[in-house]
């Protein structure tokens, strides 16, 4: 592709006083290349340019980019461990003063070992997140075994791709979230892609994607909203909330009963076609368009573009995943491809958008409850022996799997767990069903948070233990291809604040586990010791240095050994994870969401981003530039909707749930379907549209329906906002 004479230009634009640190952005999936501009005089960050050179982003950048490295010398930083006394405080702001490293460490060690001496090791639980280097991720992991010593262990990506993982475990085998790199995109013939608002979520992939339309190829969009993408998209399949798997069986149909499955492909290389076939027979375009609310012309039309099309990609998000059956609709859509031999070739495969930066590398090396470094099994005896070796504990030693991060705060609200640390998620925020899961949080016994910036979940914490930004730190994360790269060391830690890596080793010795953990002396150390362990599992990285990394401009997973380049692309021998060496084709019959609108609750309501902010926004409502663009939630409501409710364009409303409730300021649109709403979930306190939401969780993967729930708005009478 074409470089972008405009950013080649700024490339060349050097200034004297300052030193270019090659890295890449501290949010999304897409890990756009960047470099951040240090002053050499003060050494601290000032700014930012895009890498031309960067292959998957080619020198584009989003809002959040550009202004990423605002958060590193933020006023708000926590520049020293903050300690409460007054537990009464819990939920609020206030009561917290500075302490020492000493001082927090040594109560962390006393107030955890008095929770594991009166309750046994499980009382205490660690709940992180994937905005970390996998060295962090992957010393969490080990920290929570082997410091910790307790089972209950996971993470934000329950909440984000678990989903996707669950789908691609159970078709391929394997679970890496693309099947080829981001740079087939544009070469391909067909995108369909369901359930993702790529415009705003992974913006720098679309150059790539209207380069499929410049080239004559195609651009099928499932969404119940007509989002940036939708607008331009050849077909919009405009679904109802919640039923993509009656959508996905029903292009499955048309694609059998019209010719395009790929016979020798599907013997050879596949289980499961016919009974699957028996399955979506009865998934008409009629019958298919009764459950969507797509017309049946559209539903045709998408078949025949996909069946044409020579080389394809099935692409999908958050859409389709936060869903109580995210698994099957994720199996469901990879059907297509598999039903079609549409994979295993360049510029043909399947890809889900992974949304944190390192949300691929993050889900591999140990914070899942169930998994240890290298996409391994807990449950597995050879798993166990071999990471038990590089930890340096016995097997026996190893605690069993744990619960998922929903269930997590039902155990601390039944006060099976007692004790928590949390770093690198905001889940006050971001979880479902939050009068529950905030009111689980206060009945902890001892909460520790580590945050660089004081979120709304660090108001229930005993102890705040300052972190470092993204840029004073270095580490390697996996992008949304399974790309690993190098983030670098842009500037020293401000204040206080230390690595979470470092917190962990300092705080194991605290906890008698030096023996384990002391020999971690440097960011280098902790990769070292993870690729080691990663070794001999799917997700091997073994053969990944930080030098070869620099070299290749990244290595994709697996990588063996040293003079492995890495496996940009899966599957070309048509060879899948299973035992047999075949792909699943799965027959997975519809179910509605698990709360259909009903008289009281006659609207559906779904739940995504802006792209001016990140996830709880933590990060993003600090920085003025993106607050001012986006300073409030808000509810979108169709005209038709609107005029039903006699609400106005601005207006306050009161929407709410079984669940909850919260006020929001309507903003009409004909983007959005007239039965559902759509809020964003970027806000915290009493603006948090999670409030709402349900917490019917997929049975697989455990992953929250935070895509559909059933919901009411009422006009306030003048004067009674919340
Ligand atoms: N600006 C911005 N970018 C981000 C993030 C961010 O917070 N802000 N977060 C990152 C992360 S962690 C993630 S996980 C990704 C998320 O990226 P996406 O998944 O693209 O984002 P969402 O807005 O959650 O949802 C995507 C789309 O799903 C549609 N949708 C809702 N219900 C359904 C349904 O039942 N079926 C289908 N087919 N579609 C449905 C919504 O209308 C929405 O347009 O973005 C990443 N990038
Ligand atoms: N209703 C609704 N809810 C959703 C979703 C939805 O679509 N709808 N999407 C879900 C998804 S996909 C996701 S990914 C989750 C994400 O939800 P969260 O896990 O809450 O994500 P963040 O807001 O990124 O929280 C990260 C926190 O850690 C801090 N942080 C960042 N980097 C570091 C670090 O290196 N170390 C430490 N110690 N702290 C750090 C940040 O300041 C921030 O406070 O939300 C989920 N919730
Ligand atoms: S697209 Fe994602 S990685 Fe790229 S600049 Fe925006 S937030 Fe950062
Ligand atoms: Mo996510």
Redesign the pocket.
Known sequence: MQKDKFFRDIENVKHPNEELVKTHC?YCGMQCGMNLRVDKSTNKIIGVEPRYDWPVTLGKMCPKGVTAYQQTNHDDRILKPLIRDDASLKGTKEGFREASWDEAYDLIAKKFGELQENYGKDSLSVFS?V??TNE?CYLTGKFARVALGTRYIDY??R??MSSAAGGFLRTFGVDRGSTLPWTDLHETDCLFIAGSNTAECHPTSMFRIWAVQERGGYLIIADPRETPIARRADVHLDLRPGTDLALANGILNLLIQNGYADESFVNQHTNGFEETKELVKDFTPEYTSMITGVAVEKIEKAAEIYGKAPNAIVMFA?GIE?QQKGVDNVSAYTNMALVTGKIGRPKAGVATFT??GN?QGGREHGQKSDLLPGYRKITNPEAVKAVSKVWGIEPEEMPKPGVSAYEMFELMDNKTIRGLYL?????A????NLNFVRGALKKLDFMVC????L?E?AEYADVILP????SEDEGTVTNLEGRIIKINKAQEPIGESKP?WLMQVELAERLGKGKNFSHLKTAKDVADEFRLATKGGNADYYGATWDKIDEQDGVFWPCKDKDDKGTPHMFLDKKFYHPDGKAKICALPYRPPAEEPCEKYPLRLT???VVYH??????TRRIQFLNDMCPDPYVEVHPITAAKYDIKHDEFILLYTRRGKANYKVKITEAIREDTVFVP?HFGHDES??LL?IAALDPMSKMPE??ACAAQIDKLKSGSVL
């Open positions: 501290s997140g905005s970390m962090k934000n990506g909440f984000c958050r936060q949304g944190q949300g770093l690198c998620s905001n889940p925020v971001s979880a479902p580590g945050d660089f910036f979120s979940s972190s470092v930004s993204w979470d739940t995504g981003r990140y996830l709880s926004g933590n990060q979930y549209i999670n939401t935070f895509k």
